[in-house]
């Protein structure tokens, strides 16, 4: 079974920075969209940020500006670069692939089991 895996969450002060990762396992051929969701205690999980197989992006309008993702596909590798960071921010964030194709099947909907961001005042 394909699996993606976080990593980069920490503690961090308000104004601060992390980068998170996320890599795909398995013998991967491809990955397409790909996107970093965060979901905070009591709060539906929402979107941050997307990214298409070619490098295409889309923010969140409360991130824009603030984040940068990114990918490296020879690596099955996203990245999240977040600076500025806000209380607002805590949150877990999980990465989202729609579909990774490996040498044995095509896996749709894949979900990581997320990493925790907390942004201290």
């Known amino acids: 079974q394909v699996q993606l895996v976080e990593s980069g969450g920490g503690v961090v002060q308000a104004g601060g920075s992390l980068r998170l990762s996320c890599t795909a396992s398995g013998s991967i051929v491809s990955i397409g969209l790909m996107r970093w969701y965060r979901q905070a205690p009591g709060r539906q999980r929402e979107l941050v940020a997307s990214?298409?197989?070619?490098?295409?992006?889309n923010y969140a309008d409360v991130v824009k500006g603030r984040f940068t993702i990114s990918r490296n596909n020879a690596q099955n590798t996203v990245y999240l670069q977040m600076n500025s960071l806000k209380p607002e921010d805590t949150a877990v964030y999980f990465c989202?692939?729609?579909?990774?194709?490996?040498?044995?099947?095509?896996?749709?909907?894949?979900w990581g089991q997320g990493t925790q961001v907390t942004v201290s005042s």
């Open positions: 989202y692939a729609d579909k990774i194709v490996t040498g044995a099947a095509v896996h749709y909907l894949n």
């Open positions: 990214i298409t197989s070619d490098g295409g992006t």
